[in-house]
């Protein structure tokens, strides 16, 4: 089958691991082109020489929807509104052979709400590639914490664990992400807590590696798990420790914690201190059969076939 994967970004930017990762994986088998340059301004430029060339195309931005072969949109947005489902809508009308993915269940029950037909949208998780997130050989700092994911906005994430660190003297946090904001660079000026900014690659993996404890968010969160450390799912809400009895049920709104009722930021920093102390492992067996790339693979297969034959009802 020939696959045109469209994104908003390039293959070498951070934005777009999970389609780096998709496209390495179906280049096995399929013949794939991406497209991820300057797209809303090239790709109308390059429709008609396209026409005919692909079986399928699997996309990030509205734009591809105007191909005359069957594509498969992915989205992406954290939330969702009437404005931006209608232009969707209004894209699967005209596109007959169209169709939308989510990751989550949350996110196709807020379309089906927006009023797009369940037949026009399949869940599929977001995928990590597990032959590279993995646990490697090195020097483990004891009670270390890792917390990954970005600096800014999300306050009511990183702020209640900065604060809860002076309760816990015996550990260390190291922050990792973009963009650390004052509030965060006012509070990390204690002798257990260090900033190392953005990691990606080997540096990346050795960092989890090295830690006994790892806090994240959504993409994160499930690297680290893949890692074989005790992870803590941590938003908005607060779930606690990534386990096999909570799992299917953190799946539902994309391992984020936004169903789950807010607590006061105290009651945040006690949690976090009762848990820290005493950690919960996920298998990482378990963690590959749930994030890992390959797994899903059958399931994009599947949907392909489906979607190239119309076969849905």
């Not at 949208?121 to 004891?142: G, R």
Request: charged share 25%.
């Amino acid at each position: 089958m020939k696959i045109l994967i469209v994104s908003d970004s390039t293959l070498k930017d951070g934005v777009c691991t999970y389609v780096k990762d998709f496209t390495d994986v179906f280049s096995i088998n399929h013949s794939v082109f991406f497209y991820g340059k300057n797209p809303l301004i090239n790709i109308n430029m390059i429709v008609e020489d396209m026409r005919g060339e692909y079986d399928i195309c699997f996309a990030h931005i509205d734009p591809a929807f105007r191909f005359d072969f069957p594509v498969i949109f992915h989205i992406h947005y954290t939330e969702l509104n009437r404005s931006l489902v209608g232009n969707f809508s209004s894209r699967l009308k005209e596109h007959e052979e169209s169709h939308l993915t989510v990751n989550c269940q949350y996110q196709k029950k807020r379309l089906v709400e927006f009023d797009v037909s369940e037949k026009d949208i399949t869940v599929i998780p977001n995928m990590i590639n597990e032959l590279f997130f993995k646990n490697i050989t090195v020097d483990k700092k004891k009670n270390s914490i890792l917390y990954m994911g970005r600096l800014y906005k999300n306050e009511k994430i990183y702020i209640p664990l900065i604060k809860a660190m002076k309760y816990l003297p015996d550990y260390t946090l190291t922050l990792m992400g973009a963009s650390p904001d004052n509030e965060v660079l006012q509070l990390i000026n204690e002798n257990n807590i260090k900033y190392i900014g953005s990691l990606s690659g080997e540096e990346k993996l050795k960092m989890i590696n090295e830690h006994e404890i790892g806090i994240g968010v959504g993409r994160s969160m499930m690297e680290m798990a893949l890692c074989g450390i005790p992870t803590l799912v941590y938003m908005v809400g607060y779930e606690g420790w990534l386990t096999e009895d909570n799992v299917m049920k953190l799946q539902y709104d994309n391992y984020s914690t936004r169903s789950y009722p807010e607590i006061s930021e105290e009651e945040k920093i006690q949690k976090i201190i009762e848990d820290i102390t005493h950690p919960k492992y996920i298998s990482r067996e378990k963690a590959e059969n749930i994030f890992g790339l390959n797994k899903n693979i059958s399931d994009w297969e599947l949907l392909f076939d489906n979607v190239k034959n119309k076969n849905f009802t």
